[in-house]
């Protein structure tokens, strides 16, 4: 993919707060500084942390209340500055724990649906080399209700990282499939990490998988970090 993507590529900074309140519940505040290198930093805590809510905030989805968020120095949101680029211009890639591809699409047109703006020698170069990453070469034709929910994962990668984002955030991606698929997959993520220069935010609540990507581990509980 773009050598020059991988020059850009620097930390991300993350300064934010973001209140949230619901009936019934006392008052939840999200209080998070963090600067996360290059490779992967992993999310750990318990549920109702602020885990999710933290890469809400960083893919654009939710709006702090006050804070930065900057890749290197192209600045994401900034509320002193006012500053708050929409989700589809921060260059984040952003895996959730279900596949979400377009039932309607085969595999190569899911994956394709991320660049549309390339010309085609550079978009059939792209879906070559991700399909490969991934192992998903012979899935291409394809359409979801047709593969498996470990496949639909592997899709949802390739199409995720398709187009050269600048940071990547995964909420649990791996929940629910068994532990050789896991292994595998973390495998291919371990793979298309050491080619790129890119944050990588990964959340889980299992240590094995923790232990397995091999990063900075942050946990996270109440909203603030409490070991990193």
């Given at each position: 993919m773009d050598a020059v993507?991988?020059?850009?590529?620097r930390d991300l900074s993350v300064s934010v707060r973001k209140a949230r309140r619901s009936p019934g519940h006392a008052p939840f505040v999200l209080d998070?500084?963090?600067d996360i290198p290059p490779g992967f930093t992993i999310l750990c805590g318990p549920s109702g942390a602020g885990k999710s809510t933290l890469l809400d905030c960083v893919a654009g989805l939710t709006k702090p209340d006050g804070g930065r968020i900057a890749i290197a120095d192209r600045?994401?949101?900034d509320s002193s500055a006012g500053v708050n680029l929409p989700a589809y211009e921060r260059a984040v890639a952003y895996v959730f724990q279900s596949a979400s591809l377009f039932p309607h699409l085969n595999v190569e047109e899911n994956i394709l649906y991320g660049?549309?703006?390339l010309v085609p020698a550079e978009r059939n170069r792209r879906i070559d080399e991700i399909l490969a990453a991934f192992r998903v070469e012979a899935l291409r034709k394809r359409?979801?209700?047709?593969?498996s929910g470990g496949e639909a994962?592997?899709?949802e990668l390739a199409r995720s990282l398709v187009g050269d984002p600048r940071a990547l955030l995964l909420?649990?991606?791996l929940t629910g499939l068994d532990d050789e698929l896991r292994a595998q997959i973390i495998e291919d993520l371990q793979a298309w990490r050491a080619a790129r220069n890119i944050p990588i935010v990964y959340v889980t609540h299992s240590m094995s998988e923790a232990r397995a990507l091999d990063g900075k581990i942050v946990t996270l509980r109440n909203g603030v970090v409490v070991e990193s």
């Open positions: 993507d991988h020059e850009l590529a998070v500084s963090l600045t994401l949101f660049i549309p703006h359409r979801p209700a047709e593969i994962q592997r899709v909420d649990e991606p």
